[in-house]
């Protein structure tokens, strides 16, 4: 029976372990989502992996000889215990899957919907009410306060915030 078994990769090479990975004959999953990123003023959505430096492999680990995933180009290791692949929990991998557009990439919806009344529970801005905007990819939103009589946008961390009972 196939199982699913996290690989570590090298700094930013997933995209590169997965082809060599998929040309060994592997069942590899490599999940996306949409990252936002900055650059020279400009702002794009780029594909990126969902968990940076690791992916999947699928395989059967008695009639597999996975001990070749050490040694593919982009490849880390292999997560293990023991010297064995550590096998992920049953039904993880379809999980993921399940949350993925018609796109590929795995969508990623912040638990507050835009326009939402929230609370800040620490730092700074300690019980400020606010209106939710956006989730950036660290894990930090934006929300709109009314400060000192006018309309402020600040970033939080996402953790900070609740919403209004």
Same mark, same amino acid.
């Not at 990252?35 to 690791?54: G, Q, T």
């Not at 010297?83 to 590929?104: F, H, K, Q, T, V």
């Given at each position: 029976?196939?199982?699913?078994?996290?690989?570590?990769?090298?700094?930013?090479?997933?995209?590169?372990?997965?082809?060599?990975?998929?040309?060994? %004959?592997? +069942?590899?999953? *490599?999940? &996306? #989502? =949409?990252?936002?990123? !900055?650059?020279?003023?400009?702002?794009?959505? @780029?594909?990126?992996?969902?968990?940076?430096?690791?992916?999947?492999? %699928?395989? +059967?680990?008695? *009639?597999? &000889? #996975? =001990?070749?995933?050490? !040694?593919?180009?982009?490849?880390?290791?292999? @997560?293990?215990?023991?010297?064995?692949?550590?096998?992920?929990?049953? %039904?993880?991998?379809?999980?993921?899957?399940?949350?993925?557009?018609?796109?590929?990439?795995?969508?990623?919806?912040?638990?507050?919907?835009?326009?939402?009344?929230?609370?800040?529970?620490?730092?700074?801005?300690?019980?400020?009410?606010?209106?939710?905007?956006?989730?950036?990819?660290?894990?930090?939103?934006?929300?709109?306060?009314?400060?000192?009589?006018?309309?402020?946008?600040?970033?939080?961390?996402?953790?900070?915030?609740?919403?209004?009972?």
């Amino acid at each position: 029976m196939d199982r699913w078994y996290v690989v570590s990769t090298r700094p930013q090479k997933e995209e590169r372990a997965r082809e060599h990975l998929s040309r060994q %004959g592997y +069942d590899v999953y *490599l999940p &996306r #989502w =949409r990252k936002r990123r !900055s650059h020279a003023r400009r702002i794009e959505w @780029v594909p990126a992996p969902l968990f940076p430096r690791y992916l999947f492999v %699928g395989f +059967d680990i008695g *009639l597999t &000889r #996975w =001990r070749a995933i050490h !040694s593919t180009i982009g490849v880390s290791h292999l @997560v293990s215990n023991g010297g064995m692949p550590l096998p992920m929990p049953n %039904g993880i991998i379809e999980d993921i899957r399940a949350r993925e557009a018609d796109s590929g990439l795995i969508e990623i919806k912040p638990a507050f919907r835009k326009g939402q009344s929230v609370i800040v529970g620490e730092g700074p801005f300690l019980d400020q009410v606010g209106l939710f905007e956006r989730m950036d990819d660290a894990e930090r939103v934006t929300i709109l306060l009314s400060l000192l009589g006018r309309d402020v946008r600040v970033k939080v961390p996402v953790h900070s915030i609740r919403a209004v009972a």
